[in-house]
């Protein structure tokens, strides 16, 4: 007997989503975010489609139906009926990544189908003009405008141009940071890694990002990371090979709790595998650079690192015993001085990030109640 691989959510989340378990999630981190996105992003397209809220739903967190071998995904035409109904909304926030995902789902059930990418559903009552097989919505693929994102292996994202500028400044000044550094190989991946997840390649009209072994390669040579996650994380980026550290989304977004989703062969990989565009440097034999002490993702909040040497207790020197009294006392009040200015800096960077990303950087955002964890 197969042992249970799904998990209900709130009364709440399944009201808004409109069916009630995604698979076990192996990370609290995973689900939480996963669930604040919902939250976000379907405020921004209300009223536009009656089915906009199951296809974000679906994205972030999955039907789960037990006895189905992966995710239990909508056809195709109720994805393309969202991009017609809410495509300005879509195109304003920037979420043409999601609907590149469109060209992922088939267009009728297979109900002899092996794979999960040859099953989907209609909800009930779903009516479009919108006839099988009918091609009109591909995404479209826009040209890479963003000078310190060129270069680095991709020329096409699934963002607009206009979009493109409206991130240029954010990413320029999170990117130029890391400029001098000397490992040539963080920072060419540090730059790929960041540039997909804001300007997502398109590649065959589909999303294109940061290949997963490659997301996993930058955390274990210890990259100075610009995100908030670590490299448990990984596993929501698509798999493949690539000269270029890019693979093209092949898998639905967080297929991969589902076990069986790693063992039943898919799709073909489709990768962009020519280098003419790279013009970067050689990596470099330097060692990695090790995560920066000032770095807000790589260390915990200030202060905290710096409680150590306290004063002998065992000299049994009451002078000593003072002065380290004093020496503590001093300690205490610099670690809450920099906690409080930690959670200050934090709040302000949560309060400028948006959430409309394949991954989220912020930990802020709605409380959810009965996360699926696996546990």
Known sequence: MKAKQCSPFSAE???????NATAKFKNNEHYSMASRAIDAITKLLVGCSPYANELICSVYLPRCEEGFDGPSLLCRRVCDEVFNKCGDLIDRHGLEWIIGMCQLLSWQDNPEGKHYLERCYEPNGFNTSIRVGDESNKLQCHPLDIPIC???GYNKTVL??????AYKNYVTNKLRKFEAENNTDCRIMRKRFFCTENFPGCVNNRPAFFCRDKCHEFFKKNCTSIFFYDSSMCMEFPQGNSDVDICEQVNWPRAANWPIVNKVPG???NTPSSKT???????SSNSPASPSSNTPDSQGPPGVYGRRNDADSSSGNVTAGVVGGVIAGLCLVIFAIGLAYYLHK??????GFPYDKQILYSDDGVDIDDPAIET
């Open 13 to 19: 989340l399944a009201k808004l989503c409109g069916y």
């Open 150 to 152: 060129q270069q680095l």
């Open 160 to 165: 607009s141009v206009t979009k493109q500028q």
């Open 267 to 269: 799709p073909e990989f």
């Open 277 to 283: 565009d790279i013009t970067t440097a050689s990596p």
């Open 346 to 351: 934090r709040k302000k960077r949560r309060e």
